[in-house]
Protein backbone atom coordinates (compact mmCIF):
# COMPACT_ATOMS: atom_id res chain seq x y z
CA UNK A 1 0.00 0.00 0.00
CA UNK A 2 1.08 3.60 -0.47
CA UNK A 3 2.23 5.73 2.08
CA UNK A 4 -0.22 8.45 1.07
CA UNK A 5 -2.87 6.06 1.19
CA UNK A 6 -1.81 4.81 4.26
CA UNK A 7 -2.89 8.13 6.00
CA UNK A 8 -6.25 7.95 4.47
CA UNK A 9 -6.94 4.42 5.15
CA UNK A 10 -6.22 5.89 8.98
CA UNK A 11 -8.28 8.97 9.08
CA UNK A 12 -11.09 6.62 7.45
CA UNK A 13 -10.64 4.51 10.95
CA UNK A 14 -10.74 7.50 12.94
CA UNK A 15 -14.17 8.55 11.17
CA UNK A 16 -15.46 5.10 11.88
CA UNK A 17 -15.00 4.58 15.32
CA UNK A 18 -17.07 7.81 15.85
CA UNK A 19 -20.58 6.53 16.05
CA UNK A 20 -23.07 8.36 14.09
CA UNK A 21 -26.19 9.32 15.52
CA UNK A 22 -29.30 9.96 13.60
CA UNK A 23 -29.29 13.82 13.83
CA UNK A 24 -25.91 14.02 12.52
CA UNK A 25 -26.60 11.94 9.30
CA UNK A 26 -29.31 14.79 8.02
CA UNK A 27 -28.19 16.70 5.19
CA UNK A 28 -26.54 16.57 1.78
CA UNK A 29 -24.23 14.10 0.64
CA UNK A 30 -22.71 14.74 -2.84
CA UNK A 31 -20.55 12.44 -5.22
CA UNK A 32 -17.78 14.49 -6.53
CA UNK A 33 -16.23 11.45 -8.62
CA UNK A 34 -16.95 13.39 -11.33
CA UNK A 35 -16.93 17.22 -11.24
CA UNK A 36 -19.59 17.45 -14.69
CA UNK A 37 -21.96 15.76 -12.72
CA UNK A 38 -24.37 17.27 -10.03
CA UNK A 39 -24.60 13.91 -7.57
CA UNK A 40 -26.09 14.34 -4.25
CA UNK A 41 -28.50 12.03 -1.53
CA UNK A 42 -30.59 14.22 0.77
CA UNK A 43 -31.77 13.07 3.72
CA UNK A 44 -34.36 14.70 5.57
CA UNK A 45 -35.48 14.86 8.99
CA UNK A 46 -38.58 13.07 8.60
CA UNK A 47 -37.30 9.81 7.44
CA UNK A 48 -37.50 10.52 3.35
CA UNK A 49 -34.46 10.75 0.92
CA UNK A 50 -33.94 12.82 -2.09
CA UNK A 51 -31.59 11.47 -4.85
CA UNK A 52 -30.90 13.86 -7.85
CA UNK A 53 -27.85 13.31 -10.54
CA UNK A 54 -27.56 15.17 -13.67
CA UNK A 55 -24.75 15.44 -16.39
CA UNK A 56 -25.60 16.63 -19.81
CA UNK A 57 -28.90 15.69 -21.08
CA UNK A 58 -28.64 12.88 -17.83
CA UNK A 59 -31.00 13.14 -15.20
CA UNK A 60 -32.33 10.31 -12.56
CA UNK A 61 -34.55 11.65 -9.64
CA UNK A 62 -35.28 8.78 -6.89
CA UNK A 63 -37.06 9.56 -3.52
CA UNK A 64 -37.89 7.05 -0.36
CA UNK A 65 -37.26 6.73 2.90
CA UNK A 66 -34.43 6.17 5.38
CA UNK A 67 -33.75 4.70 8.39
CA UNK A 68 -30.38 3.88 10.43
CA UNK A 69 -29.14 0.46 11.81
CA UNK A 70 -26.03 0.49 13.27
CA UNK A 71 -23.64 2.04 11.23
CA UNK A 72 -25.51 1.57 7.85
CA UNK A 73 -28.09 3.90 6.59
CA UNK A 74 -30.49 1.54 4.58
CA UNK A 75 -33.11 3.29 1.88
CA UNK A 76 -36.24 1.37 0.65
CA UNK A 77 -39.20 1.68 -1.23
CA UNK A 78 -37.77 3.99 -3.59
CA UNK A 79 -39.36 5.56 -6.59
CA UNK A 80 -38.03 6.50 -9.71
CA UNK A 81 -39.57 9.57 -11.25
CA UNK A 82 -37.49 10.15 -13.98
CA UNK A 83 -39.68 8.78 -17.09
CA UNK A 84 -36.83 9.33 -19.95
CA UNK A 85 -34.48 6.98 -17.65
CA UNK A 86 -36.94 4.62 -16.86
CA UNK A 87 -37.25 4.00 -20.59
CA UNK A 88 -33.64 3.82 -20.82
CA UNK A 89 -32.99 1.26 -17.97
CA UNK A 90 -35.85 -0.72 -19.19
CA UNK A 91 -34.28 -1.01 -22.84
CA UNK A 92 -36.75 1.52 -24.53
CA UNK A 93 -39.79 -0.68 -23.28
CA UNK A 94 -43.09 0.21 -21.68
CA UNK A 95 -42.73 1.52 -18.37
CA UNK A 96 -44.49 3.44 -15.30
CA UNK A 97 -44.11 6.26 -13.30
CA UNK A 98 -43.20 5.15 -9.62
CA UNK A 99 -41.53 2.26 -10.18
CA UNK A 100 -40.10 1.01 -7.21
CA UNK A 101 -36.41 0.50 -6.88
CA UNK A 102 -34.36 -2.25 -5.07
CA UNK A 103 -33.29 -1.43 -1.56
CA UNK A 104 -29.90 -0.34 -0.63
CA UNK A 105 -27.32 0.18 1.94
CA UNK A 106 -24.68 3.11 2.90
CA UNK A 107 -22.05 2.31 5.00
CA UNK A 108 -21.02 5.16 7.06
CA UNK A 109 -16.96 6.65 7.33
CA UNK A 110 -17.80 9.65 9.14
CA UNK A 111 -18.37 12.13 6.61
CA UNK A 112 -18.06 9.92 3.33
CA UNK A 113 -21.02 7.50 2.92
CA UNK A 114 -19.55 3.80 0.51
CA UNK A 115 -21.98 1.64 -1.06
CA UNK A 116 -19.59 -0.82 0.28
CA UNK A 117 -18.62 -1.62 3.79
CA UNK A 118 -15.01 -1.55 3.06
CA UNK A 119 -15.10 2.06 1.32
CA UNK A 120 -13.48 0.97 -2.26
CA UNK A 121 -16.18 2.20 -3.81
CA UNK A 122 -15.13 4.99 -6.12
CA UNK A 123 -18.29 6.76 -5.86
CA UNK A 124 -18.06 8.09 -2.52
CA UNK A 125 -20.54 10.28 -1.15
CA UNK A 126 -19.55 13.29 0.80
CA UNK A 127 -21.41 15.61 3.60
CA UNK A 128 -22.21 18.96 2.38
CA UNK A 129 -20.41 21.02 4.58
CA UNK A 130 -17.00 18.82 3.93
CA UNK A 131 -16.98 18.92 0.27
CA UNK A 132 -14.40 22.10 -0.15
CA UNK A 133 -12.39 20.87 2.07
CA UNK A 134 -12.13 17.34 0.28
CA UNK A 135 -11.96 18.22 -2.90
CA UNK A 136 -8.92 20.43 -2.08
CA UNK A 137 -6.91 17.75 0.17
CA UNK A 138 -7.52 15.46 -3.07
CA UNK A 139 -6.19 17.71 -5.98
CA UNK A 140 -2.98 18.89 -3.48
CA UNK A 141 -2.53 15.43 -3.34
CA UNK A 142 -3.27 14.80 -6.99
CA UNK A 143 -0.18 17.32 -7.57
CA UNK A 144 2.19 15.81 -4.86
CA UNK A 145 2.20 12.34 -6.52
CA UNK A 146 2.36 13.80 -10.13
CA UNK A 147 5.38 15.98 -8.86
CA UNK A 148 6.98 12.48 -7.06
CA UNK A 149 6.53 10.33 -10.23
CA UNK A 150 8.43 12.54 -12.02
CA UNK A 151 11.35 11.99 -9.53
CA UNK A 152 11.33 8.38 -10.75
CA UNK A 153 15.33 6.97 -10.22
CA UNK A 154 16.70 4.03 -12.90
CA UNK A 155 19.23 1.85 -10.79
CA UNK A 156 21.69 -0.37 -12.64
CA UNK A 157 23.56 -3.31 -12.40
CA UNK A 158 27.04 -2.98 -11.13
CA UNK A 159 30.05 -1.92 -13.19
CA UNK A 160 27.24 -1.55 -16.32
CA UNK A 161 24.73 0.07 -18.35
CA UNK A 162 21.94 -2.56 -17.80
CA UNK A 163 19.27 -1.10 -15.94
CA UNK A 164 18.16 -3.63 -12.74
CA UNK A 165 14.95 -1.43 -11.71
CA UNK A 166 13.02 1.25 -12.50
CA UNK A 167 11.41 3.19 -9.02
CA UNK A 168 11.58 6.00 -6.29
CA UNK A 169 13.95 6.24 -3.31
CA UNK A 170 12.48 8.34 -0.75
CA UNK A 171 13.06 9.78 2.89
CA UNK A 172 10.20 8.58 5.19
CA UNK A 173 8.15 11.86 6.55
CA UNK A 174 10.32 13.52 8.93
CA UNK A 175 13.07 11.57 8.93
CA UNK A 176 16.40 13.42 9.39
CA UNK A 177 18.80 14.28 6.27
CA UNK A 178 21.07 11.86 6.50
CA UNK A 179 18.65 8.79 6.85
CA UNK A 180 18.53 5.87 4.87
CA UNK A 181 16.41 6.38 1.52
CA UNK A 182 13.93 3.54 1.16
CA UNK A 183 12.03 2.59 -1.53
CA UNK A 184 8.66 3.28 -2.11
CA UNK A 185 5.49 3.51 -4.83
CA UNK A 186 5.25 1.74 -8.04
CA UNK A 187 8.65 -0.43 -9.15
CA UNK A 188 10.15 -2.89 -11.83
CA UNK A 189 12.74 -4.93 -11.89
CA UNK A 190 14.68 -6.80 -14.37
CA UNK A 191 16.84 -9.53 -15.33
CA UNK A 192 20.48 -8.85 -16.40
CA UNK A 193 19.55 -9.76 -19.47
CA UNK A 194 16.67 -7.17 -19.87
CA UNK A 195 13.88 -8.83 -19.44
CA UNK A 196 11.24 -7.48 -16.87
CA UNK A 197 11.64 -9.83 -13.92
CA UNK A 198 8.87 -7.83 -11.60
CA UNK A 199 7.14 -5.22 -10.09
CA UNK A 200 4.38 -4.25 -7.29
CA UNK A 201 4.71 -1.30 -5.33
CA UNK A 202 6.71 -0.68 -1.93
CA UNK A 203 6.25 0.89 0.79
CA UNK A 204 9.05 1.79 3.49
CA UNK A 205 10.95 -0.73 1.92
CA UNK A 206 8.24 -3.74 2.33
CA UNK A 207 6.86 -5.22 -0.66
CA UNK A 208 3.01 -4.19 -0.36
CA UNK A 209 -0.10 -5.07 -2.07
CA UNK A 210 -0.37 -7.28 -5.88
CA UNK A 211 3.01 -8.17 -6.80
CA UNK A 212 3.52 -9.71 -10.73
CA UNK A 213 6.56 -11.85 -11.29
CA UNK A 214 7.80 -12.88 -14.52
CA UNK A 215 9.86 -15.49 -16.48
CA UNK A 216 12.34 -14.36 -19.11
CA UNK A 217 10.08 -15.32 -22.09
CA UNK A 218 7.71 -12.60 -20.71
CA UNK A 219 4.96 -15.03 -19.68
CA UNK A 220 3.25 -14.48 -15.93
CA UNK A 221 5.35 -16.75 -13.43
CA UNK A 222 3.99 -15.95 -9.97
CA UNK A 223 0.81 -13.12 -8.86
CA UNK A 224 -0.15 -12.43 -5.66
CA UNK A 225 -0.57 -9.96 -2.42
CA UNK A 226 2.22 -8.64 -0.44
CA UNK A 227 1.96 -7.70 3.22
CA UNK A 228 5.49 -6.23 4.60
CA UNK A 229 7.29 -8.39 2.06
CA UNK A 230 5.39 -11.35 2.94
CA UNK A 231 3.03 -13.64 0.67
CA UNK A 232 -0.68 -13.47 1.73
CA UNK A 233 -4.01 -14.11 0.43
CA UNK A 234 -4.42 -16.34 -2.77
CA UNK A 235 -1.42 -16.93 -5.04
CA UNK A 236 -0.73 -17.98 -8.40
CA UNK A 237 2.31 -19.51 -9.85
CA UNK A 238 2.67 -20.36 -13.87
CA UNK A 239 4.95 -22.26 -16.30
CA UNK A 240 7.29 -20.93 -18.67
CA UNK A 241 4.01 -21.72 -21.39
CA UNK A 242 1.78 -19.46 -19.74
CA UNK A 243 0.02 -22.43 -17.83
CA UNK A 244 -1.36 -22.51 -14.21
CA UNK A 245 1.62 -24.48 -12.29
CA UNK A 246 0.56 -23.73 -8.13
CA UNK A 247 -2.43 -22.27 -6.62
CA UNK A 248 -3.74 -21.97 -2.91
CA UNK A 249 -3.46 -19.43 -0.04
CA UNK A 250 -1.44 -18.14 2.38
CA UNK A 251 -2.15 -17.01 6.08
CA UNK A 252 -0.48 -14.57 7.97
CA UNK A 253 0.64 -15.94 11.24
CA UNK A 254 2.99 -15.44 14.14
CA UNK A 255 6.42 -17.23 14.63
CA UNK A 256 5.28 -19.93 17.26
CA UNK A 257 1.41 -19.56 16.72
CA UNK A 258 -0.99 -17.65 14.82
CA UNK A 259 -1.17 -14.06 16.37
CA UNK A 260 -3.06 -11.20 15.19
CA UNK A 261 -1.73 -8.39 12.61
CA UNK A 262 -0.60 -5.72 13.41
CA UNK A 263 0.71 -2.40 11.84
CA UNK A 264 4.25 -2.71 13.27
CA UNK A 265 4.49 -6.66 12.24
CA UNK A 266 7.61 -7.62 10.25
CA UNK A 267 9.10 -10.42 8.83
CA UNK A 268 10.99 -10.45 12.00
CA UNK A 269 7.85 -11.54 13.77
CA UNK A 270 5.61 -12.80 11.40
CA UNK A 271 5.98 -15.12 8.84
CA UNK A 272 3.19 -16.79 6.31
CA UNK A 273 2.19 -20.19 5.78
CA UNK A 274 -0.11 -22.46 3.19
CA UNK A 275 -3.39 -23.02 4.29
CA UNK A 276 -6.07 -25.33 3.11
CA UNK A 277 -6.50 -27.20 -0.25
CA UNK A 278 -3.49 -26.35 -2.38
CA UNK A 279 -3.56 -27.34 -6.30
CA UNK A 280 -0.45 -28.43 -8.59
CA UNK A 281 -0.46 -28.95 -12.30
CA UNK A 282 1.72 -29.92 -15.18
CA UNK A 283 3.08 -28.24 -17.89
CA UNK A 284 -0.07 -28.65 -19.79
CA UNK A 285 -2.35 -27.52 -17.08
CA UNK A 286 -3.62 -31.04 -16.25
CA UNK A 287 -4.06 -31.28 -12.29
CA UNK A 288 -1.23 -33.86 -10.77
CA UNK A 289 -2.25 -33.61 -7.17
CA UNK A 290 -3.50 -31.82 -4.13
CA UNK A 291 -2.17 -30.84 -0.80
CA UNK A 292 -4.27 -29.89 2.36
CA UNK A 293 -2.65 -28.04 4.84
CA UNK A 294 -4.20 -26.55 8.20
CA UNK A 295 -7.64 -25.48 7.40
CA UNK A 296 -7.77 -21.76 5.88
CA UNK A 297 -11.00 -21.65 7.57
CA UNK A 298 -9.32 -22.63 11.21
CA UNK A 299 -6.61 -20.31 10.72
CA UNK A 300 -8.41 -17.34 10.21
CA UNK A 301 -10.72 -18.56 13.16
CA UNK A 302 -8.09 -18.59 15.44
CA UNK A 303 -6.45 -15.49 13.97
CA UNK A 304 -9.90 -13.79 14.51
CA UNK A 305 -10.18 -15.24 18.29
CA UNK A 306 -7.25 -13.35 19.17
CA UNK A 307 -9.22 -10.05 17.60
CA UNK A 308 -12.27 -10.65 19.20
CA UNK A 309 -12.29 -12.09 22.27
CA UNK A 310 -15.50 -11.27 24.05
CA UNK A 311 -17.08 -12.16 20.87
CA UNK A 312 -19.04 -15.82 20.40
CA UNK A 313 -17.93 -18.64 17.98
CA UNK A 314 -20.84 -17.75 15.00
CA UNK A 315 -19.34 -14.09 15.17
CA UNK A 316 -16.38 -15.33 14.55
CA UNK A 317 -17.17 -17.83 11.83
CA UNK A 318 -19.40 -14.97 9.99
CA UNK A 319 -16.13 -12.59 9.93
CA UNK A 320 -14.17 -15.64 9.19
CA UNK A 321 -16.17 -15.96 6.12
CA UNK A 322 -16.50 -12.15 5.02
CA UNK A 323 -12.85 -11.70 5.43
CA UNK A 324 -11.72 -14.91 2.96
CA UNK A 325 -14.66 -13.48 0.50
CA UNK A 326 -13.62 -9.93 0.30
CA UNK A 327 -10.01 -11.26 0.01
CA UNK A 328 -10.49 -13.83 -2.70
CA UNK A 329 -13.12 -10.73 -4.25
CA UNK A 330 -10.09 -8.26 -3.86
CA UNK A 331 -7.66 -10.77 -5.85
CA UNK A 332 -9.43 -11.75 -8.92
CA UNK A 333 -11.21 -8.56 -9.69
CA UNK A 334 -7.30 -7.99 -10.05
CA UNK A 335 -6.55 -10.80 -12.19
CA UNK A 336 -9.08 -9.99 -13.86
CA UNK A 337 -8.00 -6.64 -15.22
CA UNK A 338 -4.37 -7.89 -16.33
CA UNK A 339 -5.34 -7.80 -19.69
CA UNK A 340 -6.02 -3.85 -19.58
CA UNK A 341 -2.37 -3.41 -17.30
CA UNK A 342 0.09 -5.19 -19.64
Given at each position: ??????????????????????????????????E????????????????????????????????????????????????????I????G????G???????????????????D????????????V???V???????????????????????????????????????????A????????????PT???????????????????????????????????????G???????????????????????????????????????????????????????????????????????????????????????????????????????????K?
Amino acid sequence: MKPYKILVVISLIFFTACAPNRESLIGKYYNVEDEKAVHYVDFKEDGTFFHYYKKDTVQRSHSGEWFLEENKINIYDWEEYSYEYLKIISGMGEVKFGSKLANQIFWISGSYLNTTPDGSNPGSYIKEEDVAEIVAGRKAEERRWDNYLKDKDTFYYPNSKIIKAIGILSDEPGADLNAKKQKNYDWKHFYPTGEIESKGEYSLDNKEGIWKFYHKNGQLKELGAFQDSLKVGPWESYHENGNLKEKGVYVYIKKGGIDEISENSSSKYYLTKKRGVWNYYDASGKLVRTKEFLSREKAYDSLLHVWNKDEDKEYIISQRNEYIQKEDRYYNDYKASLNAKK
